[in-house]
């Protein structure tokens, strides 16, 4: 019988109506995974990209080598910023179901990814992050309020009223401006890191994407220009499973883990628990270590799930299980912390509640700052002439001309 | 006749070609299953299959790549870009390969290829989703660029662009996907029902590329425009006691000379519009145009109205799109001078 070849279009595991099935993510053993040293050759350790590094087990303890031996405080510092992250997006999701701003994408399920990283990092490390990392900005202590101005483009908006929402920057924290176009601060960041090792400092840089923008050129330029160069960098792929309709599979994940790329470039490449906040701190510190030592770029990929909706401009029910996020295996970064928590260094229910409602507080005090400062509808308002600004550091002629325009209609 | 609006016409368009050429197949991020961010792809996986309707990689280079690809070996592809303004990680692709294949090989080899893509802004979407680049395309030599203003010529204009043998960049204002908008954002929305071009016809038909369309006739000055910038002209000219001949521009390469010519020739004035920045856009093309070929007609200096200068903004988007109040400015500018 002859054969011929026949495309292959890849099939997401569930759709809506059919029983949630994760049997393709491949798992390892809590504490299972070796630990190489930082200075090891890649050609050593490309096990890591398949492998899936776990610190917390199903006890709740923390085991095995790449348990980071945390302080208690600093855990629960990690989960007070990941439960402020989520508090922070539940409110800003019902505000823009209200109306008052309009757009919002949130981060549930995926807080640890961010927050972890940002507490592994030195805080003169540069991270370049995507739209959903906003754990990053919270883990660096940025203000809610001043999150909060720039979704609602008011008088205090950092961007001045030119980006959507959630398109943050922040200079003075070193994180970098949030782009609308997918993958395109990846070799940036890897940039960013030649530029610090070319002038001899020790600052690493960092960089986040989800699994569908590795499908990009710009993911290949990042590794590409990372491995030549040894740039002091990390690079991170959020693999959530979802990248709006599309599951992992159209971006190249069905037959190889997203981190398994790297090793074809000679990168050190580690797939980690992305709901594990301390498998995410010690892989990230690892990588981050390695970096600062003249060891070259790493490649994580943290293994998460989307469990919510792409954007409020999205209806994942139309092509998703509904119930995939409970059946989802490595659970709730949040949940897992606290439980750690409560396992190891006395937390309990009723502090944890009582965190939480502190924290919603707190978010409520900040909104009700943010929209003193104006609101889409009411005033305080941005000077409107600053649409005009920032074009150029100096305003040519041309748009000085087109300025006076806008005035005189407004004055008609 | 039945009602459609502009998606529902552009995925009859679709679902015709898909039915009529074993050749035509659609690819691009979340088109096949989902049917698409804006709905426009929506059913044509179940009813064609999932080797004709594909979900793609997020990699617009990649997608307009694998398209030429598959155009040279004989297929017919329409490729959707989620959004114009993440076209660029293709336009190599567009600009050095698409557009130059025929030329550089003779003729020999060709790639009949449409790429879709809704453009334009009034939907708050910020600098990453409010781009119209379309004078990017006009600038390459070697591709037809379309931008259809209604449902009726959505339609017609997607098959000819399927049909064509050529590549053609085709927009779609995304803001009046689902009703004509006049650009008064405080004015409740109006669906395609309420208008005459919201009525298409089931079946197969075409509009020609290379038309433009006299929309409104008129005697005291013409107004050239495109894409949501008709719908704003129309209102604009309803406000000014002046008879303003109307022409959607449609297909801005190749561009109907004769139509604008004639146009301007009667009436000797002309304003021309677009959603698009002013530096070097196709408005410049057009005012060069009708300078070259109506010189003598002419009794007023012709006058562009743009978007300004500057990336599209989040606030102060009524600020900056050019709506009805800049446009009666600029008519009356134009019938008083001279
Ligand atoms: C260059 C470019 N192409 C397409 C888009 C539209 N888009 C925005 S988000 C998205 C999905 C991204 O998925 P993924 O990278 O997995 O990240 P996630 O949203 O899952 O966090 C798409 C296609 C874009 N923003 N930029």
Redesign the pocket.
Known sequence: MSRTPKLHVPRAPARPGEKPDFSYVHLSPAGAVERPEVHARVRDMSGLADALVRVIDDDHHAVGPWDPHLEVHDLQVGLRHMLLTRAFDERMLRMQRQGRISFYMQSKGEEAVSVAAAMAMAPTDMLFP???TQGLQIARGRSLVDLMCQCLSNSRDMCKGRQMPVMYHWSRGNIFSVS?????HYPQAVGWAMAAAIKGDDDVAAAW?????TA?ADFHHALTFGAVYQAPVILNV?N?Q???STFQGF?GGERRSFAARGPGYGIASIRVDGNDFLAVYAVTRWAADRARRGNGPTLIEHVTY?AGA?STSDDPSRYRPKDEWEAWPLGDPVARLKQHLIAEAGWSEARHEALESELRNHVDDCWNEAITYGTMTEGPFLDENELFEDVFRDMPAHLIEQREQMRNLQED | MPQMNMIQALNSAMDIMLGRDPGVIVIG??VGYFGGVFRTTDGLQRKYGEHRVIDAP?A?GGIIGSVIGMGVNGLRPVAEI??AD?IY?GFDQIASQLAKLRYRTAGEFCAPVTIRSPCGGGIRGGQ?HSQSPEGLFTHICGIKVVMPSNPYDAKGLLISAIEDDDPVVFFEPKRIYNGPFDGDPDKPAVPWSTHPAGEVPEGYYSVPIGRAEVVRPGEDLTILCYGTMVHVAQAAARLVEADAEIIDVRTMVPLDVATLRQSVEKTGRCVIVHEATRFSGYGAELSATIQEECFYSLEAPIVRVCGWDTPYPHAFEWQYFPGQKRLVAAIEQVLEAG
């Not at chain 1, 609308?180 to 395109?184: A, D, E, Q, V």
């Open positions: 995507s739209y959903r609308g176009n997918l993958t395109s994407i989800g699994e569908g923008s990009e959020i959530n979802w990248a709006i971006a989307r792409h | 991020e979340d997020i617009e989620q959004f993440y990680p990453t």
